[in-house]
């Protein structure tokens, strides 16, 4: 496979930020491929493996709506190979949030998520969201902020956007004496995780979906707020960026040959 050969090269493309952006880019894709498959019944990882499998990374965890059973995101960690110093530039640990699928089993749930978060701005409210969060604080903990890497298409992006928020505003119940020294560690932490958000809801509004905001003053404010946000985070947030934009054009076509 050219991907696999293209992976393979000196892993000081790792600096390069297009490399980066294109890796972020074939785990979301593995994400989604992990549900598809799931859907047809078939083996997801065997199909999925080929879009995490070339860059040293393997899946770590799947993010499962305990509702139905979907897979809306997973994590991702570094293989233990031995590789060159300079490989130390790939994240230790990344979390991938995959956006909406329009497919009988996932449609409710993720167009329940896509509305809310254009009506408000937000994802609070989401029974996916606590789970979501509680794999970013463990995955934090494990590795570290600044070797952990987040990225979504779509709504995925907005579930990335909405755990790093939430991360940052955390105040911690298990140690009363020294709230203040918690908020700031945390929101210390958010702000050192590195981002990669796709086609981020708030950014690439289709007309067809502006029409269940009630007004035109509300979809102004969430577009607004929703463009400051981002721009506060010291990730890469990224519009209309060509290969996230295709990224869904290739995903059956892809398990489909496969099996």
């Known amino acids: 496979m050219a991907m696999a050969a293209a992976a393979q090269v000196n892993v000081s493309v790792w600096r390069d930020d297009d490399y980066r952006r294109m890796v972020m880019a074939c785990l979301i894709e593995a994400v989604y491929l992990l ?59 990344v979390i991938a949030f995959r956006g909406t699928l329009l497919r009988g089993p996932t449609i409710r749930r993720d167009v329940e998520d896509e509305l809310r978060l254009l009506a408000r701005n937000s994802l609070r409210g989401s029974a996916r969201l606590a789970g979501a969060l509680q794999a970013l604080r463990a995955t934090i903990e494990r590795f570290g902020s600044e070797n952990v890497c987040l990225c979504g298409h779509s709504l995925g992006a907005g579930f990335a956007r909405q755990v790093a928020r939430m991360l940052a505003s955390s105040s911690s119940s298990s140690s009363p004496p020294s709230p203040r020294h918690h ?18 809801p708030y950014l690439s509004l289709p007309m067809g979906v502006r029409s269940v905001v009630k007004t035109a003053d509300c979809l102004l404010k969430a577009v607004r707020t929703g463009v400051a946000a981002v721009g506060r985070w010291h990730g890469k947030a990224l519009k209309n960026v060509a290969y996230a934009n295709c990224i869904l054009g290739y995903t059956r076509l892809e398990s489909s040959r496969r099996l």
């Open 35 to 93: 549900e598809l498959e799931r859907q047809e019944r078939r083996d997801a990882a065997a199909v999925a493996q080929q879009w995490w499998k070339p860059f040293r990374y393997r899946l770590a965890h799947e993010l499962v709506d305990e509702r139905d059973g979907s897979v809306f995101g997973a994590i991702f960690e570094r293989d233990h190979q031995p590789a060159a110093a300079v490989d130390g530039e790939a994240p230790r640990a």
């Open 183 to 200: 908020h700031h560690a945390a929101a210390a932490a958010a702000a050192s995780l590195e981002f990669h958000l796709f086609n981020a």
